[in-house]
Every structure is written in structure tokens, then in C-alpha cells.
């Protein structure tokens, strides 16, 4: 019954997930040394990938992060698979604190500098 339970949340994360990249508009704007991304189009409990710049934004219960999203093994892009990194390569899985839940890779995802100002995140490559 508990793994049921536990099944039963996971496919409604997951869903949840696929739901918000699917419809997820978020402005954004990048310079050299920066992307900007607009905080009203970053919804709570979603994330945004920048797959050009290897960078997650990522808002859960109203705190945001920004991640790496370059696969600590060996470089990867990594991907969203319901409420996880994943990376294509190798298998590797990340929750999305950037811990490590699945090697081969052994180090967590780096995280990047940002900061919060006039409701945009502005992220420092
Ligand atoms: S590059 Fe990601 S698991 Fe190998």
C-alpha cells in the first residue's frame, strides 16, 4: 500500500511537471554575462530550463534557484523527468536541489549566481 502511495504521488508530480513545461511562457533575455528572467512567468513549484547556457531556474514553495544543469559526470545536458534531473548520456539522476540520487556521477550540480531585483531573476554566467 505504501509503494502504491508512493506511485501514486510521483505520477502526480510528474504530471504536474509536464503540465507546467508544457504551457510555461517565461520572458527572458540574455546578455553575455547574464540571462534575465521575468519572476511573474517563473510559476511556484516549476522550472526552466536554458538548455543553450546548461542553466535550471528553479521555484519551489516560493525559494528560487539556479543550477547548473551540466551533468557532473562527464558534461551532458541534463533534463526534466517529472520532479528529477536526468541525464541522456549515462543515466545519472539529480533531484532538483541538484543532489546526486544516481551515478555515475558522484558531485552534486553547481550552483550559479543569481540575485532577485524589480521581479526579475538575474543570473550571472
Ligand atoms: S554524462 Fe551524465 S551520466 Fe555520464
Request: include cysteine; aromatic fraction near 10%.
Given at each position: 500500500?505504501?509503494?502504491?502511495?508512493?506511485?501514486?504521488?510521483?505520477?502526480?508530480?510528474?504530471?504536474?511537471?509536464?503540465?507546467?513545461?508544457?504551457?510555461?511562457?517565461?520572458?527572458?533575455?540574455?546578455?553575455?554575462?547574464?540571462?534575465?528572467?521575468?519572476?511573474?512567468?517563473?510559476?511556484?513549484?516549476?522550472?526552466?530550463?536554458?538548455?543553450?547556457?546548461?542553466?535550471?531556474?528553479?521555484?519551489?514553495?516560493?525559494?528560487?534557484?539556479?543550477?547548473?544543469?551540466?551533468?557532473?559526470?562527464?558534461?551532458?545536458?541534463?533534463?526534466?523527468?517529472?520532479?528529477?534531473f536526468?541525464?541522456?548520456?549515462?543515466?545519472?539522476?539529480?533531484?532538483?536541489?541538484?543532489?546526486v540520487?544516481?551515478?555515475?556521477?558522484?558531485?552534486?550540480?553547481?550552483?550559479?549566481?543569481?540575485?532577485?531585483?524589480?521581479?526579475?531573476?538575474?543570473?550571472?554566467?
Amino acid at each position: 500500500m505504501i509503494a502504491r502511495r508512493s506511485f501514486v504521488k510521483w505520477a502526480l508530480a510528474s504530471a504536474f511537471f509536464i503540465f507546467t513545461f508544457k504551457f510555461l511562457k517565461v520572458t527572458k533575455s540574455e546578455t553575455k554575462n547574464s540571462v534575465t528572467i521575468d519572476l511573474n512567468n517563473l510559476s511556484n513549484n516549476s522550472v526552466y530550463l536554458i538548455k543553450n547556457r546548461q542553466i535550471a531556474a528553479i521555484r519551489m514553495d516560493n525559494n528560487i534557484n539556479v543550477l547548473s544543469i551540466k551533468c557532473t559526470h562527464l558534461g551532458c545536458t541534463l533534463n526534466v523527468a517529472g520532479d528529477i534531473f536526468k541525464c541522456p548520456c549515462h543515466g545519472s539522476e539529480f533531484r532538483l536541489d541538484g543532489e546526486v540520487i544516481k551515478g555515475p556521477a558522484s558531485k552534486n550540480l553547481n550552483e550559479i549566481d543569481f540575485k532577485v531585483e524589480n521581479n526579475k531573476i538575474i543570473i550571472y554566467l
